[in-house]
């Protein structure tokens, strides 16, 4: 595996790796890497020549200075677990190397609506952020696909939006969210759980299936406000439980003929977890 920190070096190789015929698969992430990451590589694995991870907690898209300064750096053990992975390429940049000119006047996108509902409402910025260290990911790399784990959903939703806004050439391609063996959603965040609350967190994922297998039974508003219970009941402070439209998140108040998600941010134990569930 080779390792660049410099955003032209590898802007150079890669262009250099395109021109001779192999497909550049990438998958973007900010480190602690577990398996929902690397499954986003060996899927890239699969469809392209050469795949590329990249390191990268991006400053820009925490609203919450002290979610930044807490964030899990793993370094070593990411460069292991890649490794073993088979992955080609990591890109390991520094914040100059991302942000040259700094980060006060990055560019603003304008994503309508889909970036105010749900987590653009209780982080405000959030996908800005997000959407400023993609569009620089994607200049950089410039790969053939681009691998997003439908963990963060409104993410991926954005990332596809994105692309279609600046006409970026490039396939996005989503993963399935992996879990731990008691449904809770691998995330790097979950290292900062104490083993009590560890044990408490996979409620997030049965609550999840309780609103899948009692949709078509129960009202919406009431299957919500019993979703919200349970989650407190077990200690949670939820932000927000939702069923939305699959495809613009618009929150739904009864079953419609297209494809729906359940969508839940809460928080426990002074960290925040997101989790979502297609209903059809
Ligand atoms: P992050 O490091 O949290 O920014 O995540 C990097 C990428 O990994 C994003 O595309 C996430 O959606 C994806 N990801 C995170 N957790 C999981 C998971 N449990 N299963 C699948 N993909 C995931």
Redesign the pocket.
Known sequence: MFIFKKSNDLKIYLAKQQQQGFSIGF??????L????L??LKMAKQQCDITVCSIFVNPTQFNDPKDYEKYPVKTDEDIRKLLETGTDILFLPSKEEIYPAGTTNLPIYDFGELETVLEGAFRPGHFQGVEQVMHRLLEIVHPDVL??????YQ??LIVRKLVDLLHIKVKVES?????ETDGL????RNLRLSPEARKKAPAIYQTLLFMKENLAEIPFPELLKKAEDRLTQEGFKVDYIVIADANDLQPLEQPVDRKMICLVAAWLNGVRLIDNMLLR
Do not use: E, I, V
């Open positions: 998958a973007p992430t900010m480190g602690a577990h398996q929902g990451h499954a986003l691998f997003m784990g439908q963990k963060d993410q991926l993963c399935p969210t992996l879990r959603a691998m995330s790097s």
